[in-house]
């Protein structure tokens, strides 16, 4: 199972703890924050498109204009999801990218 680098593990606890988003953080275009998290056994089935889809059109029927999402430079397969997903970077970080992606 893979786990959090210590950077990715000290930025999700500075979201949690922050009760306004760092302006480093913050990407008002793409307001909405995005996290799938799928058990290894069943990535590569589906799930992971459907779950995204499900969100994506949740949001555009709340009129929000776009979604970001942090993935780890080590995630390859996650990173090539969101890119075939349309994600764009909006931030490189010294622990992986910040993707976003328009409604």
């Not at 995204?52 to 996650?78: M, S, Y």
């Amino acid at each position: 199972m893979k786990t959090k680098s210590d950077a990715e593990h000290a930025h999700v606890q500075n979201i949690h703890r922050t009760k306004k988003a760092p302006e480093d953080l913050w990407f008002p275009d793409y307001p909405a924050h995005l996290h799938i998290d799928l058990l290894p056994d069943i990535q590569g089935r589906g799930y992971g498109t459907v779950l995204i889809n499900t969100v994506f059109n949740t949001l555009r029927e709340k009129k929000c204009p776009g979604v970001h999402l942090n993935v780890d430079f080590a995630n390859a397969a996650a990173l090539e999801f969101y890119r075939k997903k349309d994600f764009i970077i909006l931030k490189e970080n010294s622990w992986g990218l910040t993707l976003g992606k328009m409604m």
